[in-house]
Structure formats: structure tokens, C-alpha cells
Nanobody, 124 residues
Framework: VQLQASGGGLVQPGGSLRLSCIVSGYTGTPYALGWFRQAPGKEREFVGGINWNGGRTDYADSVKGRFTVSRDNAKNTVYLQMNSLKPEDTAVYYC??????????????????WGQGTQVTVSS
């Protein structure tokens, strides 16, 4: 299984970015996906996640109403739309996947495969 995250960059406060995560290796197998982030000097934290068919999502309180996770299974791609970005959203963002058709997972230890991370910097 391989995950490739992209779409990070530098954006001003209040701006938007859309991250993408291309997933390969799960042919015919359902999987859930989560987005996590890690800022310098801080632990990795859950941002948002989506279950195998897109029917369920979950978000950290800090991003609810601003971030949206979606997926296009035909393209094997999961997205993180980030709006109204704040300086405290600055971090390296990672996508991670786990096999199964259950609910959204928020615990990073449950995810078996991780992408390489993409830097998001929110600054004026």
C-alpha cells in the first residue's frame, strides 16, 4: 500500500488549500482514511477522517466547520479541503489508511500505512 499526499503550500490567514492523497494497493479492499498533522514541537494529531464509502466523516474540534474530507474511490483519491485557514493550522499534514469497512478511526496507531507528508504554512 502506498499513499502520496500533495497540495500543501504557503497561504495567507483566511485562505484555502486542498490537499490530495492518492492511495494505491487496496484493489478490491475497503479502507478508511485519516488526515493528521504535526507542528514543530508538538505531537501528531488527528484532523479529519472518512470511512470506506464516504458515508461517515469525523473531525477534530479545532477544524470543524472549516475543513472537509471527501473521497473519490474511482480515482483512489481522498481530499482535505481547508478553508478559513489560521496560523495555528501550520503543520506537516499526513494522510494514513487502514483496512476495513467500519467507522472512522481517529487513533493514529490504528492506521497501518502513511504518506510522506505535505507542508502547510499559514502566514501573512
Amino acid at each position: 500500500v502506498q499513499l502520496q499526499a500533495s497540495g500543501g503550500g504557503l497561504v495567507q490567514p483566511g485562505g484555502s488549500l486542498r490537499l490530495s492523497c492518492i492511495v494505491s494497493g487496496y484493489t478490491g479492499t475497503p479502507y478508511a482514511l485519516g488526515w493528521f498533522r504535526q507542528a514543530p514541537g508538538k505531537e501528531r494529531e488527528f484532523v479529519g477522517g472518512i470511512n470506506w464509502n464516504g458515508g461517515r466523516t469525523d473531525y477534530a474540534d479545532s477544524v470543524k466547520g472549516r475543513f472537509t474530507v471527501s473521497r473519490d474511490n474511482a480515482k483512489n483519491t481522498v481530499y482535505l479541503q481547508m478553508n478559513s485557514l489560521k496560523p495555528e493550522d501550520t503543520a506537516v499534514y499526513y494522510c494514513a489508511s487502514k483496512r476495513g469497512s467500519g467507522s472512522v478511526a481517529t487513533d493514529p496507531t490504528l492506521f497501518g500505512s502513511w504518506g510522506q507528508g505535505t507542508q502547510v504554512t499559514v502566514s501573512s
